[in-house]
Nanobody, 131 residues
Framework: QVQLVESGGGSVQGGGSLRLSCAAS????????MGWFRQAPGKELEGVAT????????YYAYSMTGRFTISQDYSKKMLYLQIDNLKPEDTARYSC????????????????????????WGQGTQVTVSS
């Protein structure tokens, strides 16, 4: 079983940067897809960026390119999300998730749009951006 713990959120002014961290523990071999999702108040959960951790292949949701960078330290079982030039609309709870490598529902493997494939979630870390 995989456990995920996020950290690194906080309150920042617009234009600033944050680096979110996700520490994975437990049996992670069956969950090579990992990623970051966010949910703003009153809005649906949306994918930000994901990774096939075995090969460090990265995938970004369409609106998340440019300011978001997902990375990992595979040996330490750490997943990161760098967010630059933060905007007030980035205010949300950011969660780390892990899941199996699969496809067949119209999305590619480890897709940030295939949220149902991610069966392990952390508690999340809050990011609040002021203008």
């Amino acid at each position: 079983q995989v456990q995920l713990v996020e950290s690194g959120g906080g309150s920042v002014q617009g234009g600033g940067s944050l680096r979110l961290s996700c520490a994975a523990s437990g049996y992670t071999d069956g969950s090579p897809c990992m990623g970051w999702f966010r949910q703003a108040p009153g809005k649906e959960l949306e994918g930000v960026a994901t990774m096939y951790t075995y090969l460090s292949h990265t995938y970004y949701a369409y609106s998340m390119t440019g300011r978001f960078t997902i990375s990992q330290d595979y040996s330490k079982k750490m997943l990161y999300l760098q967010i630059d030039n933060l905007k007030p609309e980035d205010t949300a709870r950011y969660s780390c998730a892990a899941g199996a490598y699969s496809n067949g529902d119209g999305y590619g493997p480890c897709s940030p749009f295939a949220q149902s494939r991610y069966n392990t979630w952390g508690q999340g870390t809050q990011v609040t951006v002021s203008s």
